[in-house]
C-alpha cells in the first residue's frame, strides 16, 4: 500500500526556516504521480501549498512563492518543503499528499489527491 508520511515540523520565530519531509513509496510505485504540500490552519479550510510530478513541474500558491521550495529526492523517496522567511500566519498543520497518474494541471487541487498523511505541526511565533 502506497503511503506518505511527514516529519519535521517545529516551533521556530517569524523570519525563521524549517524544512519538512515526506517519506514516501510514491517515487517507486508509480511512473505517473502527483504529490504535494499542503496545510491547514485553526479554524480554517485545508489550503494548497505546493506541488510537483514525476516530470518535475512546479506549482506554488501565491502565499508562499518565493519562500517556500517544493523538491522530491527520487533515490532517498522522500518530498521536501524548504520553508523561509515563515510568518506566523504559515501556522498550520502541514500535510502531505500524492495521486497516481499525474497532476493534470490541477497540482492545486485537493480534490485530486487521495493519499494522505497524518500531518506534522508547524507553528511559528511573532
Known amino acids: 500500500q502506497v503511503q506518505v508520511a511527514e516529519s519535521g515540523g517545529g516551533s521556530v520565530q517569524a523570519g525563521g526556516s524549517l524544512r519538512l519531509s515526506c517519506a514516501t513509496s510514491?517515487?517507486?510505485?508509480?511512473?505517473?504521480?502527483?504529490i504535494g504540500w499542503f496545510r491547514q490552519a485553526p479554524g480554517k479550510q485545508r489550503e494548497a501549498v505546493a506541488a510537483?510530478?514525476?516530470?518535475?513541474?512546479?506549482a506554488y500558491a501565491d502565499s508562499v512563492k518565493g519562500r517556500f521550495t517544493i523538491s522530491q529526492d527520487n533515490v532517498k523517496n522522500t518530498l521536501y518543503l524548504y520553508m523561509n522567511s515563515l510568518k506566523p500566519e504559515d501556522t498550520a498543520m502541514y500535510y502531505c499528499?500524492?495521486?497516481?497518474?499525474?497532476?493534470?494541471?490541477?497540482?492545486?487541487?485537493?480534490?485530486?489527491?487521495?493519499?494522505w498523511g497524518q500531518g506534522t505541526q508547524v507553528t511559528v511565533s511573532s
Open positions: 499528499a500524492a495521486e497516481s497518474g499525474g497532476c493534470f494541471a490541477k497540482y492545486l487541487d485537493q480534490r485530486e489527491y487521495t493519499i
Open positions: 510514491v517515487f517507486t510505485s508509480y511512473s505517473a504521480y502527483c
Open positions: 510537483t510530478d514525476h516530470d518535475g513541474i512546479l
